[in-house]
């Protein structure tokens, strides 16, 4: 079974910069492909950015410029740069691993939260 854990929410001041981590179980995390999405409370999880097995990476346009996703194989846990936060920032962040074959597996979410 595969476990992600992320960590790095919490309550910061539009203008600001939090980093996230998601860090992975199990060894296959170097072949995966990984996501990070948020839902912010009514609306539909949606993808922020992925960065695949071999790096490449794509934003929603709606971060794009501020926030970063990377990943370091040797650790199994791949990162969420957020600068500039806004808040319409604000959501439930959640990574996801998606194995070549179909299979994915989703974190339980850190909560991000942006305010005066």
């Known amino acids: 079974q595969v476990q992600l854990v992320e960590s790095g929410g919490g309550l910061v001041q539009p203008g600001g910069s939090l980093r996230l981590s998601c860090e992975v179980s199990?060894?296959?995390?170097?072949?995966?492909?990984m996501g990070w999405y948020r839902q912010a409370p009514g609306k539909q999880r949606e993808l922020v950015a992925r960065?695949?097995?071999?790096?490449?990476?794509n934003y929603a346009d709606s971060v794009k410029g501020r926030f970063t996703i990377s990943r370091d194989n040797a650790k199994n846990t791949v990162y969420l740069q957020m600068n500039n936060l806004a808040p319409e920032d604000t959501a439930d962040y959640y990574c996801?691993?998606?194995?070549?074959w179909g299979q994915g597996y989703w974190g339980q979410g850190t909560q991000v939260t942006v305010s005066s």
């Open positions: 996801k691993l998606n194995l070549p």
């Open positions: 199990r060894s296959r995390f170097s072949i995966a492909t």
């Open positions: 960065i695949t097995s071999a790096g490449r990476t």
